[in-house]
């Protein structure tokens, strides 16, 4: 994503000035540009507009900021009594708010020599993932009875809409009807009206019709095996097995970014660790030659590999069959999983620590959606967690059914596509969920009654034809994806590494539709995830709530080094 500061004309205007982001913001353009564009473009230095600045009053200042009421405040106090810069050119993320403009137009007009809304307030966090970016959202959302989850469902539905405007795109909407929560629907309808009041007021005063392109919301009650699973891909084993914070590998031996400014890290993040560890990180090297001189990157890699490996064969291979064999409902030969307890049962007797068992533990109730009282006790107190037990009775909070009831008799299971022919390896036999909802879409396979329309879709999408079958296939790179078919999931709870990695694959198998997915909060590691638990459930008298984490999909060949 380029990102470029020009004048109402058009033209570049900025030479030497000042440019003072916000914490968003700054978060915003370091996930899409570099300090050296920010020069090329006339910045010299960047500021926080949320500390004490000295005053540069021959300098002209550059403001890309949330339309918020701390930021409007933040702005005015830099220009009252006395102006600490020569003028103000304002950039808003998205639509400003009349009291805020109209108190920042009163307080400081004569300063201000630009003012406009660029639509951005998502982050790109890889080339087909994005993130509204609000740690709070979740908590807002599913906690019981909270006080905010509307406030925060229009933001995130904003935040969507920038999203489409980027992307020139005015999609048709659906979402996941489910039958215990209506915040997917809730969501969907705000987006829609929201992106119709947009292309009402675009800036050519003209109406938009549709695109081809079609939004999906999903809830994350869809899945929430694919949270809890070890997988074994190198970006989800990274994010959860290692010590990483904001998208830093830290440790003794080598520190590096893993963004997809690493052009090695691009073509591993979702490998199968056995692929990598069998030769495949030399051998992909060695068909790289501008790496060959890039010592530190190279060890950087070769050590992580090592390092997940080690813990893989210390600890997490252990873990794998039987969370497999749970999640999947058959072992490894296909034969089906007769009584989950005797899987279970093998995890809760050795000696793995207690976030490795909970998620054993919620498995093995997804596995029977949801089971008795009286046994889910006798879990909890094998696991030690009696005074934590909301890690696992919480997952009713986001319509999982944890405790079977009559009430829960009418939970269905989601039907799934028949996989039988992949290969796999043993300890990677799951495939999410919201793979089968991509390939169904782009198929035009997903049924009305479980995905209703909240608003007309394209042609392409409405069921007349399979998508791949609209044009000839493109290629695979941006510009030719970008002449394509666009689909959009939004995930309300999270996306895990599995199911961004499975936007990639469905991307690749149908060249001419790229599939872009997102999430809100911000992407998280299983035992991050955990230990936001206690926090959740602090003064909610006993009103239990849990969380889900994120990871990656299982998918490799047994030439590629056999099963593990």
Not at 248 to 253: H, I, N, T, V
Not at 267 to 293: V, Y
Not at 445 to 452: A, F, H, R, Y
Not at 501 to 526: D, F, L, M, Q, W
Request: charged residues 30%; aromatic residues 8%.
């Amino acid at each position: 994503m380029s990102f470029e500061l020009a004048s109402s004309s058009g033209k570049k205007c900025f030479t030497n000035d000042i440019l003072i982001l916000d914490h968003f913001t700054t978060r915003l353009l370091s996930s899409c540009c570099k300090m050296s564009d920010l020069m090329s473009e006339g910045i010299t230095i960047v500021e926080d507009l949320h500390k004490n600045r000295e005053p540069v009053p021959e300098m002209k200042a550059i403001y890309f900021m949330r339309p918020t009421a701390m930021c409007i405040d933040a702005f005015i106090n830099d220009f009252k009594p006395k102006p600490k810069y020569k003028a103000a050119y304002v950039f808003f993320t998205d639509y400003c708010p009349d009291d805020l403009f109209d108190k920042m137009k009163k307080s400081c007009a004569k300063h201000i020599k630009v003012c406009k809304e660029i639509n951005i307030s998502f982050l790109p966090l890889e080339a087909q993932v994005f993130s509204c970016d609000n740690a709070e959202a979740f908590k807002s959302i599913y906690t019981p009875n909270s006080q905010d989850r509307d406030q925060t469902l229009e933001t995130i539905a904003d935040q969507i809409v920038t999203l489409c405007a980027t992307l020139d795109e005015y999609p048709g909407v659906r979402f996941k009807k489910d039958p215990n929560l209506n915040y997917g629907k809730k969501l969907a309808e705000l987006v829609d009206n929201k992106l119709a009041r947009h292309y009402e007021l675009d800036d050519n005063s003209k109406k938009k019709g549709k695109t081809q392109a079609q939004l999906l919301i999903v809830d994350r009650a869809l899945d929430p095996v694919s949270p809890i699973l070890h997988e074994l891909t190198y970006q989800a084993m990274a994010f959860d097995l290692i010590p990483i914070k904001d998208n830093l590998k830290d440790g003794s031996k080598k520190e590096a970014l893993l963004t997809e400014e690493d052009e090695l890290w691009v073509k591993l993040r979702h490998m199968h660790i056995a692929e990598i560890s069998i030769g495949g990180l030399s051998q992909l090297m060695k068909k790289m030659p501008a790496f060959r001189k890039q010592v530190t990157q190279k060890t950087v890699h070769i050590c992580l590999a090592e390092d997940l490996m080690s813990r893989y064969q210390k600890n997490v291979e252990k873990l794998c069959k039987a969370e497999q064999d749970l999640a999947v409902g058959a072992d490894a030969e296909g034969q089906k999983v007769k009584d989950p307890m005797r899987t279970l049962l093998p995890v809760l007797l050795h000696p793995h620590d207690t976030t490795d068992k909970i998620r054993a533990v919620l498995l093995y109730i997804f596995s029977l959606n949801g089971t008795t009282a009286e046994n889910l006790n006798k879990l909890i107190q094998h696991v030690k967690i009696e005074d934590e037990r909301g890690y696992i009775l919480n997952w009713e909070h986001l319509g999982v059914p944890i405790l079977s009831t009559p009430s829960m008799y009418s939970f269905r299971k989601q039907s799934r596509r028949d996989r039988s022919d992949e290969e796999t390896y043993k300890v990677s036999r799951w495939t999410p969920i919201i793979k089968d909802v991509m390939e169904d879409a782009v198929e035009n396979k997903l049924e009305v009654k479980d995905w209703p329309y909240q608003s007309e879709c394209p042609s392409a999408w409405n069921g007349s034809r399979a998508v791949s079958a609209r044009q000839k296939h493109k290629g695979s790179s941006p510009d030719d994806l970008r002449s394509g078919l666009r689909l959009i999931l939004f995930v309300l709870g999270g996306v895990t590494y599995s199911e961004m990695r499975c936007a990639y694959e469905v991307t690749h198998a149908n060249k001419s539709c790229e599939v872009i997915i997102g999430k809100s909060p911000y992407r998280c590691e299983p035992e991050k995830m955990l230990k936001m638990l206690p926090v959740f459930c602090s003064g909610l008298n006993n009103a239990f709530f849990v969380v889900c984490r994120l990871d990656a999909h299982p998918d490799s060949t047994q030439s590629a080094g056999g099963h593990l």
